[in-house]
C-alpha cells in the first residue's frame, strides 16, 4: 500500500525546493506556515487550533480597550489561550470583565450605586429579624 516510488526520491529535496511547504526541525519535517495553509486549501480542514484564530482576534481588539488594568487582565488572558492554559484564560477573561462594570460604575454610576448599597446594607445589617 501507499506510493511505491516515494523510496526512489530525494524526500528532503522534494520539500525543500521551490515554494517551501515544510521545513525541517530537530525532530524531522514539519509543515510551515505555508504548508498549513496549502493543506487547508486542498483538504478543507483547518489545521491550525481555533484558539490561535481567537486568540489572534482578541490581540486586535485589545486597542479598543481603554482601561490600562482591563487591557492587563485580558492581555494576560490571550496569553493563557495561547499556551492552551485554559482555566486561567476563562479565570482572567471574568476578572477582565468585571473590571470593565467596575470602571463604569465609577466613572457614571457611583453616586446610585452607593445610595444602593447603603440600603442593602442598612437592611442586612441593621434589621433583626425574628423566626417564629
Known amino acids: 500500500m501507499g506510493l511505491r516510488?516515494?523510496?526512489d526520491?530525494?524526500?528532503?529535496?522534494?520539500l525543500s525546493g521551490g515554494q517551501p511547504l515544510a521545513i525541517r526541525g530537530e525532530s524531522g519535517w514539519e509543515l510551515s506556515t505555508n504548508g498549513k495553509?496549502?493543506?487547508e486549501d486542498l483538504t478543507g480542514i483547518s489545521l491550525t487550533a481555533p484558539t490561535a484564530k481567537a486568540a489572534v482576534d482578541l490581540h486586535?481588539?485589545?486597542?479598543m480597550i481603554k482601561s490600562p488594568d482591563t487591557v492587563a487582565f485580558v492581555s494576560e488572558a490571550v496569553t493563557g489561550l495561547e499556551?492552551?492554559?485554559?482555566r486561567a484564560t476563562i479565570?482572567?477573561?471574568?476578572?477582565?470583565a468585571i473590571s470593565?462594570?467596575?470602571?463604569?460604575i465609577v466613572a457614571r454610576e457611583l453616586p446610585a450605586f452607593n445610595g444602593e448599597a447603603?440600603?442593602?446594607?442598612?437592611?442586612?445589617?441593621?434589621?433583626?429579624?425574628v423566626l417564629v
Open 91 to 96: 479565570v482572567l477573561s471574568w476578572v477582565g
Open 9 to 14: 526520491w530525494n524526500v528532503s529535496a522534494v
Open 118 to 129: 447603603a440600603v442593602v446594607f442598612h437592611l442586612c445589617c441593621f434589621t433583626k429579624t
Open 37 to 39: 495553509k496549502r493543506g
Open 83 to 86: 499556551q492552551n492554559l485554559l
Open 5 to 7: 516510488a516515494v523510496k
Open 60 to 63: 486586535a481588539h485589545l486597542a
Open 100 to 104: 470593565l462594570l467596575y470602571s463604569y
